[in-house]
């Protein structure tokens, strides 16, 4: 075996191992959750590029900083899936099927829909904290992306591939992941580069609660199975 060979297995064996099982056994109906999410997303894209559907997308899935918040929460679970604009959806499409669908064949279907919502929504909610802060701030946006609609499946998309790289111990892809979103904000500073890595930070809150969880798990194991002290 040759050391790329090596560092593939170390890296990728156990994400394999977890998706072979579920993916061999039931095929496409083991993915449901992404297939419906690749399906969406292009129904959506279609209909944003009608006349009849681009107005009832944009106030059913658009999400901007401007909006009430009340309004930008119920929108968020469609924004999810309105492709990016300015982006090629046959891209967005791809890396739907393929990121969710592996995140639920090895997370689950529920644990999936949640990290990826918790994601699109530290974008979310981002978008505000940043503009109040202002672009004076290194964490701010200027006014003008008040306007500017959320990224979309993207945010979703790169926090699903930074918890799966965590849960399944695959860290240099999920620091590759990191990197480069941290290298798409140095390069072109924008509100979906920003967006990205407040879902980032959102996820990573979530894998160091889920070490911890565990951590405690273990010492309580550990201290449940000594053995018990000798009786004078």
Known sequence: M??????????????YASARGPLAERRW??????????????VLHFA??????????????????????WQALLRTPLSLFVPALDLPVWGALVQVLLVFGIAELCLGRWR???VAYVATLAGTLYARLGIWLGPDSSLGLPA????????GPSAAVVGLAVFLGWRHRAYVTASVVIVAMVVEVVVKENLAGKEHLAAIAAVLVLCAAGELRQRCSRERAGSGSGAPPIQS
Request: proline residues 3%; glycine residues 6%; positive net charge.
């Open 112 to 114: 999936t829909v949640a």
């Open 29 to 42: 109906r083991a993915v449901p959750v992404a297939v419906t999410a690749v399906c969406l997303t292009a």
């Open 2 to 15: 040759t050391t790329l060979a090596r560092w593939a297995r170390a890296e990728w064996g156990a994400l």
């Open 144 to 151: 003008s992306d008040r306007w500017v609609v959320d990224t």
């Open 48 to 69: 944003h590029h009608q006349a009849w559907g681009c107005e009832w997308v944009r106030n059913a899935g658009g999400v901007r900083a401007v909006d009430p918040l």
